[in-house]
């Protein structure tokens, strides 16, 4: 297949997607909790004050349920505005202190369950070379 955006792309004429420009287009980030809480455990925002990014011309807090973000009229005022907003998260279980990991683990219980068990691996292995 010819590649006909390769003239465009070296001579700086293309348009990528980042460089498209809308009329009333805003610019959106999206608000996580920071460190591990962030992901897999689906902390929800509890409090979020709105006044903490007062000082940020435009900016806009978007909520809808447990999503948080936050959006304005030009990208680097959305980057601040999601590192100024004051969150409260609800609080969620933290992985443990890695020092003590390996007594952690040995003291948990586990769980052995085989999934498949076909074959006799001491015959197997006999006949292997």
């Known amino acids: 297949m010819p590649r006909v955006d390769i003239p465009d792309k070296v001579t700086g004429i ?24 962030a992901y897999g ?18 900016a806009r807090i978007v909520r809808r349920g447990d999503f948080l973000g936050v959006v304005a009229e030009n990208e680097w005022d959305a980057v601040r505005a999601a590192q100024q907003l004051d969150v409260r998260w609800q609080e969620t279980a933290s992985l443990p ?25 001491e015959t197997a292995l006999g006949k292997a070379t």
């Open 14 to 37: 293309y348009t990528h997607m980042q460089h498209v420009r809308v009329a009333n287009m805003l610019h959106g980030r999206v608000v996580r909790p920071r460190g591990q809480r």
């Open 41 to 58: 455990t689906r902390a929800a925002p509890l409090a979020v004050d709105e006044a903490s990014i007062k000082d940020i011309a435009g």
């Open 97 to 121: 202190d890695m020092v003590k990991l390996p007594e952690i683990l040995r003291a948990r219980k586990s769980t052995d369950t085989v999934v498949v068990d076909i074959g006799d691996p």
